[in-house]
């Protein structure tokens, strides 16, 4: 029988050999980051732990404010994890080509994989956090609701919405270094502007509708239905997946007419 590692690479079809370089970077990418550290794995769930943990402090036993569900260290870690996987690609997507220019010069495969080799190796990350979100609802003895069905559609979508959003910022962050800072001013924005640390039912109910237009808000609303139901608002998944492959349309867009200047530039 026939393996793909027995197939000559110029036999191989394009979609093989980009799904072959993309993995090969992104494993390099994860070996890198967890070959020289002690605890490895650890710190991948370490910093969302520690937010959770401040933020269950303050609105439980500081505040007492009656924010999202109970339990409240279920609810922040159903979006701080997702958060963690999209922050972290836009954040390192500032990056993707300043950091390998010379790697990147030298290569032909497609410069897309750049990108896109952030958003897997962080949507590894993330889904190897999940096992944290699983021991606190054994701890809590919260139940998986019918809901977790739409745990890999949220998965799809905020993959489409991370890599539009890194295809954007990748390429002109080479023609404009402050925007570097600009997108950690705005995810800064965009954290609290997102219902992590609340629902979208604590918004005023003005801004319940103009809150759907953040497509953070649908995939957020997915991963929490899956242990709390009531969270679940088609409407605003609609229109998050809507916005979520506008951006991506507009990332290839933008990325494409971009891509030999950026060669140039780097």
């Known amino acids: 029988m026939t393996t793909y590692a027995d197939v000559r690479p110029e036999q191989r079809t394009p979609f093989a050999r980009y799904r072959h370089s993309l993995w090969l970077l992104t494993q390099r990418d994860l070996r890198v980051r967890y070959s020289t550290s002690l605890l ?53 997507s500032t990056r993707a080509f300043l950091r390998d220019a010379k790697l990147i010069r030298s290569t032909r495969i497609p410069r897309t994989i750049w990108v896109n080799r952030l958003v897997l190796s962080k949507g590894i990350e993330f889904l190897a956090s999940l096992p944290v979100l699983a021991l606190f609802a054994l701890i809590y003895q919260t139940p998986l609701s019918i809901n977790a069905i739409f745990f890999p559609l949220a998965i799809i979508i905020q993959a489409i919405l991370t890599a539009g959003v890194g295809l954007i910022v990748a390429p002109l962050v080479v023609f404009f270094r402050d925007l570097e800072r600009a997108v950690k001013l705005v995810l800064r924005f965009l954290f609290y502007a997102s219902p992590i640390i609340y629902a979208t039912s604590d918004l005023p109910p003005e801004l319940h509708f103009w809150a759907a237009f953040n497509p953070l808000s649908g995939i957020f609303s ?30 290839v867009f933008v990325f494409t007419r971009t891509e030999r200047a950026v060669l140039k530039e780097i």
């Open 222 to 251: 997915l991963y929490r239905s899956a242990f709390f139901p009531e969270q679940l608002d088609w409407f605003t998944v609609g229109v998050g997946a809507a916005v979520s492959v506008a951006l991506l349309a507009l990332g």
């Open 40 to 92: 490895g794995y650890f710190w991948s769930i370490l910093d969302p732990l520690v937010m959770a943990g401040i933020y269950w402090f303050v609105f439980t036993q500081v505040f007492k404010r009656p924010v999202g569900e109970d339990p409240y260290i279920i609810f922040l870690l159903t979006a701080l994890l997702p958060w963690m996987w999209f922050n972290g690609a836009v954040s390192d």
